[in-house]
């Protein structure tokens, strides 16, 4: 008697431990932000930019859901992407079926050249939009970031710019 209750523990403790292999193995899938939280991901009317989570390894259970009470940016699920349509603050929310993970919140400014809601300045192509296209003289530019010029640079606004 002694015997086969020695052999049920050892099973029970083989069996243990395949659940607890096999959970690990089936679980291994990361989903992860890459933007910090709080920080603010800022865009121009017209972009569009890949959404910042990144789930590794995924498992077929797993389902991400994206959603935003706005009609600044347009979600496109499919192709993991959000378009920026009009300027104003927004806030997108990422969760997910599996508990441990999320939910993310990602925090989103669009410009769109007006006072309250500048064109964003983060790079060389962005200067160099600057009083072209719908990026004219009079609007309003708020420079995110110290720009490093590798091109041909043209002043902006030879006689002049009246934007902020």
């Known amino acids: 008697m002694k015997k086969l209750l020695l052999y049920i523990a050892i099973a029970i403790v083989i069996v243990a431990c ?42 077929s259970k797993t389902k991400l859901n994206v959603a935003s009470n706005s009609e600044i940016i347009e979600i496109d699920e499919e192709n993991w992407k959000v ?44 200067l160099i939009h600057v009083g072209k296209d719908e990026w004219s003289l009079g609007s309003s530019y708020y420079l995110l970031n110290d720009i490093e010029l590798t091109k041909p640079f043209q002043p902006i606004g030879e006689t002049g710019c009246t934007g902020q």
Do not use: C, W
Not at 30 to 45: A, K, L, P, R, V
Not at 87 to 98: E, F, P, Q
Not at 106 to 113: A, H, Y
């Open 83 to 126: 378009k920026a349509l009009q300027a104003g603050d927004v806030k997108l929310t990422i969760t997910s079926s599996n508990e441990k993970f999320g939910p993310f919140e990602i925090l989103i400014t669009v410009g769109n050249g007006s006072v309250d809601f500048p064109y964003f300045i983060r790079n060389e192509e962005d």
């Open 18 to 59: 395949g659940v607890s292999i096999y959970y690990v193995v089936r679980n291994d899938e990361n989903i992860y932000s890459t933007s910090t939280e709080g920080e603010i991901i800022y865009m121009n009317t017209g972009e569009s930019i890949d959404i910042p989570v990144i789930h590794e390894r995924p498992n």
